[in-house]
Each structure stands twice: as C-alpha cells, then as structure tokens.
C-alpha cells in the first residue's frame, strides 16, 4: 500500500466526536460467498467480514416460498438463501471479538408486515439490550464510537419510505426514461439479467409485493415494534439528488448512491455532499454490473465524506486490500480523518 495516500491527514484513536465524523468499515452484500448471481447464502462470510473487524453487515431480507419466514439472499437471482436467524446469531456471537465498538446492520426490507414483526421478535431477542434505538424523532445528532461501545444498529428504511421508493420505481419503469433518474443509481438487488428484468412472472410477483407493502404502511401505526427499533432511517426523499441532500436540524438519515451515481454527483453537488456528510451517512455501494464481487475505487467516497463505502469482501483487488490496511491504524475497524488546517465547513460554502 502507498501510505502517502494519507499524507497530511492525521488517524488516532480518538473516539468521542459523532459518528458521522469517522469512515466506519462497510461491507456489501456480506451474506454472500461467491459471486452476485449464484453464490449460496452463508453466515460464514458474515463471521469472517467480523472477524476483520467490519462494522456495518447489509442483509437483504425477503419471504421465503412459503411466505411464513425471512431469508436472506440476493433478490431475484440464483443466489441460495440463509435464514436470517442464523445471520443475526452468528453476528451476536462474533461482532465484538475484534472491537467493542458498535455494528450497524442495514437492511434492506422486502417483508410483508406480519414478517416484519417477525423480525421485529427475532432482533429484540437475539440482542436484547445489545439494541441501540433512540426515541421516535428524537436523534438530533449521531452519539459518538464510544458512546455505543458493545452496542447493535440497526438502519434501512421505514416502511412507508419504502413503499414509497418501491411505487416510484413502477412509476419510473412505465414511462420514458429519465435522464435525471440516473443520478441514483440502481441498487444490486434489482440488477438481473435483461431477460428476467421482463418476465411477467417477475412483474407480477413486484405488483403483488407493492399491495402487501401499501397494507403494510396502513399496519404501521397499530404494530410499531418494527419501525421503533430503526436506529438510524434511510430512504430517498422526493425530488432530485440536491434536495436529498439538504440538512435537516432535527433529523439524522442515511442516504445510499451507486459507485457511479456518487462520481456524477460530485461533479455538480460537491459542497451539497461535504455538507451532508458532516452531520448524515452517506453510504456507497458497488454498480450491480460487479456481478464477480469485483470492487471500485474508495478514495472519491472518502474525499467527499462518505462514511460507509460498501466493499465486497469476498471479492479481490487492490481497493479491499486498501481498506483492510487502513483498518490496521485504528484498531481494525473506524478512521478519522483529522487535519487542523482544514476547514470542511468553508469547503462546504
């Protein structure tokens, strides 16, 4: 590794400032053994990434054929799935034998809201206390590594944030497209090959999802165990890149782009995302074209403040052994970039 990358910045292990201030260990897809395709599911690459000293493990959640329980998997393609229980175990066992400092498990929730509360029972009583879940609309800003020490997160999108994400992407796939949809990126999940992408089976099955979904959100205010354990809330406000940027005084979210949307974005949002990032988390995850579990350079995301840049570590090449060198310097698991001549702020202006 060239150690002069870091030229100039300044790592120590001091972890008391939010959250939001530390480049924190990401993994993506971190259920999967193999390929983005056609791996099987494992909780095996779970406990590995742990052991590294990974911070922030992504599940992807869906019912099984039954529609009676949750696996795991990558959705809509060949890949086997696991059982979440035995995901959410293994990652009770093994998140704290390399740092004490918190696990954030981001979910992304294709459930029916009776799976929902199921979830809901299983995470309260795998982790118990373990739990970090502020009051409803009361995090103003993110405690700090130290405040969360031994502490489990949990972030993804609260069900009507969802709903809503889902109904605009049918709205999208009917009419013409958008050069400005692509901003976003598309996430992983949703890249299949072009002859699945328009199998009515398919479409069906997405319909079907979406009124399970819409009684979901109507479910929403009588079963909130679900939603009240969502530590930090993702989600894609309406409107374009810039307005789901803009800082909120009250609130803390999370925020995901693609490899490819984040390098778009800094072309004509730069200082909207240095801003962003000082107080949110700004997440970036792989193009869903990365079908081997190849990974994309990091340091763009980390120039511009992103705390959670996704790798996928049973992948290869010199980007993932970058970040498992820099994880070396801070106790296998967060930097912070500090440097005391540089003003983020009036960068930001």
């Known amino acids: 590794m060239n150690r002069r990358v870091f030229s100039g910045y300044h790592?120590?292990?001091?972890?008391?400032?939010?959250?939001?201030?530390?480049?924190?260990?990401?993994?993506?897809?971190?259920?999967?053994?193999?390929?983005?395709?056609?791996?099987?599911?494992?909780?095996?690459?779970?406990?590995?990434?742990?052991?590294?000293?990974?911070?922030?493990?992504?599940?992807?959640?869906?019912?099984?054929?039954?529609?009676?329980?949750?696996?795991?998997?990558?959705?809509?393609?060949?890949?086997?799935?696991?059982?979440?229980?035995?995901?959410?175990r293994s990652i009770k066992e093994y998140a704290f034998v390399t740092s004490t400092y918190p696990v954030i498990i981001t979910?992304?929730?294709?459930?029916?809201?009776?799976?929902q509360v199921k979830v809901a029972q299983m995470l309260t009583e795998t982790f118990g206390d373990m739990l970090y879940y502020p009051e409803p609309d009361k995090l103003h800003e993110l405690p700090s590594p130290d405040e969360l020490q031994f502490r489990v997160l949990i972030s993804t999108k609260p069900?009507?944030?969802?709903?809503?994400?889902?109904?605009?992407?049918?709205?999208?796939?009917?009419?013409?497209?958008?050069?400005?949809?692509?901003?976003?990126?598309?996430?992983?999940?949703?890249?299949?090959?072009?002859?699945?992408?328009?199998?009515?089976?398919?479409?069906?099955e997405s319909d079907h999802d979406i009124e399970e979904l819409e009684d979901c959100v109507k479910k929403t205010d009588s079963c909130p165990a679900y939603k009240n354990l969502i530590a930090i809330h993702a989600g894609k406000p309406k409107g374009g890149l810039k307005e789901a940027l803009k800082v909120e005084k009250d609130k803390v979210r999370r925020l995901s782009l693609a490899e490819q949307a984040l390098e778009r974005a800094a072309e004509r949002y730069q200082q909207d995302i240095v801003r962003f990032t000082q107080k949110n988390i700004l997440r970036i995850y792989p193009k869903g074209t990365r079908f081997t579990s190849s990974n994309y350079k990091p340091l763009i995301g980390w120039l511009h403040g992103?705390?959670?840049?996704?790798?996928?570590?049973?992948?290869?090449?010199?980007?993932?052994?970058?970040?498992?060198?820099?994880?070396?310097?801070?106790?296998?698991?967060?930097?912070l970039l500090q440097k005391t001549d540089f003003n983020w702020d009036k960068w930001a202006e």
């Open 11 to 88: 790592v120590h292990h001091d972890m008391t400032a939010p959250l939001s201030h530390y480049f924190i260990y990401t993994g993506h897809n971190s259920y999967l053994t193999g390929n983005q395709l056609s791996s099987p599911c494992s909780e095996v690459p779970i406990i590995k990434a742990l052991k590294r000293g990974v911070r922030v493990i992504e599940l992807d959640l869906w019912p099984n054929s039954s529609r009676d329980n949750v696996h795991v998997l990558h959705g809509r393609t060949l890949t086997t799935p696991v059982d979440l229980l035995r995901c959410l």
């Open 107 to 115: 979910l992304e929730d294709h459930l029916t809201p009776d799976l």
């Open 159 to 204: 069900p009507k944030e969802y709903l809503e994400a889902e109904e605009d992407k049918r709205t999208k796939s009917q009419r013409v497209k958008d050069p400005n949809d692509d901003v976003w990126g598309e996430e992983p999940s949703r890249v299949v090959p072009s002859k699945e992408k328009h199998d009515k089976d398919a479409s069906d």
């Open 306 to 335: 992103a705390q959670m840049v996704a790798f996928n570590m049973q992948g290869y090449g010199r980007s993932l052994w970058l970040i498992m060198e820099c994880s070396e310097h801070n106790a296998r698991m967060w930097l």
